[in-house]
């Protein structure tokens, strides 16, 4: 009789000791998914309301469009930084630092009385960039290695699916309440992310002593602003003017100087000796051109479906309308992003990254060929979606098996700015296209589309060429071992 009774209870106490640690890592995800998702979310619900945003204070679109590109530097610059002090003093220290500056930028936004605040509120939440590197780093150092490569994709393919919702709900937002519920309805996300990771995440002990490379923090944040100012600023200064040329050089020899500073100082912000490494260098080209092409998407696309019918190409649809045709991009995204980590789990990431960058070149190939029936800007959309999840996914998994857990966060920082730097040209190059191929009338030619699609598929062979040339499972192994990598799954 007692050894009958005994046996349950000893069951059911191993069951509630396993499930304790796995119900604190899905807390764990969920709170970064949230910090995560609001990130991104912010980083595109804005570019639809420029206009309504101008108008209401009193700006030119023109003016208005620093709300983009003041975010767009924060998060490029501080990125890295937070990422590095993430690695030395603490990744949920720093976190939480973000969340707060993201949650007050957030609220600065929402009652913002002037353009000039607006922007400083901006440059707040550009503090937030970091949440993704920081994100993969916790989940590297806490979870499970059996559940690492599905979260990795699952937090990668958040922030292409936050940046597709943006655009989705932008339209329903300023129509039916106010631009100043852009803000208000994310500030509540990153108020429960924040709380999650107060209460709900513990700190890594996984970290690298060492000081901050003031220096290299200088020169490459002249360099990146430079660099993205000229490619934000360029259409509207002219690509031949004196400042977006001066600002481009500005930019390429400061990156230059800032990788032979980083070679020679003891503690720099980015190692880039990582990047020597196969699996660090493919996939940092793979995010180059996946960040041009989902931008790319989110021009292209919206733009097509809002011009009107009786041009013969448009779809006549409102902002509202044509941001639901993004709705299948958002999903498929959300899919492939934890098929992509099961696949990972199984074969690598080479795999789901030559599917994914596949997928992608023939998303824009359909619509290059002709884009005149819904189902042709459906399908290209669905298809991109999958290819963005599965691409993301793979490229920060392959960093994280290439380099050692104490130097995560800047490994992946460096892939976080390089993919933003491919999303800046991609709107930069597709936006150019469009406004120099108009009609008379001023209406967007057929053409223009056209090219901008091929241009798109043309980034997608880069980024097959850079899936193919990454390690496969064994070679990624090796490297990792002699990288000095002690987690890699076996």
Avoid: C
């Avoid at 923090?217 to 000229?230: E, M, N, R, S, Y």
């Avoid at 098929?339 to 290059?368: W, Y």
């Avoid at 290819?387 to 857990?405: C, D, Q, R």
């Amino acid at each position: 009789m007692s050894t009958t009774a005994q046996s349950p209870s000893t069951g059911s106490t191993s069951m509630t000791a396993e499930s304790g640690p796995r119900r604190r890592g899905t807390a764990i995800v969920l709170f970064l998914s949230l910090g995560g998702l609001s990130f991104a979310v912010l980083q595109s619900l804005v570019a639809p309301a420029l206009g309504t945003i101008g108008k209401d204070l009193g700006v030119a679109t023109s003016d208005a469009s620093w709300v983009l590109t003041a975010y767009l530097l924060s998060a490029a610059v501080l990125t890295p930084i937070l990422g590095r002090l993430g690695d030395m003093v603490g990744k949920r220290k720093v976190i939480i630092v973000v969340l707060v500056l993201l949650l007050a930028g957030t609220v600065l936004a929402a009652l913002a009385p002037n353009l000039g605040v607006l922007i400083v509120a901006r440059i707040l939440q550009g503090a937030a960039g970091a949440v993704m590197p920081l994100s993969i780093g916790i989940v590297r150092d806490e979870l499970p290695k059996d559940r690492v490569s599905v979260t990795i994709g699952l937090l990668s393919a958040i922030f292409g699916i936050g940046a597709g919702v943006g655009i989705v709900a932008a339209g329903p937002i300023v129509e039916n309440l106010s631009w100043h519920w852009l803000f208000w309805l994310p500030a509540v996300l990153v108020a429960i992310a924040l709380l999650g990771a107060i209460f709900g995440i513990p700190e890594s002990p996984v970290r690298t002593p060492g000081r901050l490379d003031v220096l290299g923090t200088g020169i490459l944040t002249v360099g990146l602003v430079g660099l993205l100012l000229a490619i934000s600023e360029g259409e509207k200064w002219g690509w031949g003017d004196v400042k977006t040329v001066g600002l481009i050089v500005l930019g390429a020899v400061a990156l230059v100087v800032f990788v032979f500073v980083e070679l020679r100082v003891k503690n720099p912000l980015i190692d880039v000796r990582l990047f020597k490494h196969r699996g660090v260098w493919t996939a940092h080209v793979a995010v180059l051109a996946f960040g041009f092409a989902m931008f790319g998407t989110f021009i292209l696309v919206p733009t097509l479906l809002q011009l009107p019918t009786a041009l013969g190409y448009g779809f006549g649809k409102n902002v509202t309308e044509s941001g639901l045709y993004l709705l299948p991009t958002v999903v498929a995204m959300v899919i492939s992003g934890v098929v992509a980590g099961i696949l990972i789990r199984l074969v690598g990431p080479k795999i789901p990254m030559i599917i994914g960058a596949v997928s992608v070149t023939v998303a824009f190939l359909i619509p290059a060929l002709g884009h005149t029936e819904e189902w042709q800007i459906l399908t290209s959309g669905i298809l991109t979606g999958i290819g963005i999840g599965m691409a993301l996914a793979s490229a920060s998994n392959a960093i994280v098996e290439s380099v050692p857990a104490a130097q995560t966060g800047e490994a992946i920082s460096a892939n976080t700015v390089i993919r933003t730097i491919g999303s800046s040209i991609g709107t930069a190059v597709i936006a150019a296209l469009i406004s120099s191929n108009v009609s008379a009338q001023g209406a967007p030619l057929d053409e223009a589309f056209t090219i901008g699609f091929w241009a798109s598929a043309g980034v997608g062979v880069l980024a097959i060429a850079a899936a193919l040339a990454a390690p496969g499972l064994r070679a990624r192994r090796r490297e990792a071992v002699a990288a000095g990598v002690e987690d890699f799954g076996e």
